[in-house]
């Protein structure tokens, strides 16, 4: 049974947690990695973050922006 692209497409929310998703899984698997091989953990751009989450750089910038306001409100 088809169903219509709407009922396909992603809430903000749901798009919100995949990229989370994504990125956790993105910085763990390359930081265990560098760990393993006794190297520096690498350095990814905006751009390549954003192709491996499927999203936009704008999107990716946002999330950095937040996570960099968070982490001054915890260290603050």
Excluded at 18 to 39: D, G, K, P, T
């Amino acid at each position: 049974m088809l169903q219509d692209k709407k009922s396909l497409e992603e809430t903000p929310e749901q798009k919100e947690a995949r990229i989370n998703s994504m990125l956790n899984c993105m910085v763990v698997e390359a930081s265990l990695f560098a760990l393993e091989h006794e190297e520096e953990p690498p350095k990814f751009t905006n751009e390549e973050i954003a192709d491996f989450c499927g999203c936009s750089r704008e999107t990716i910038r946002r999330i950095e922006k937040q996570a960099l306001e968070k982490l001054k409100g915890l260290l603050g």
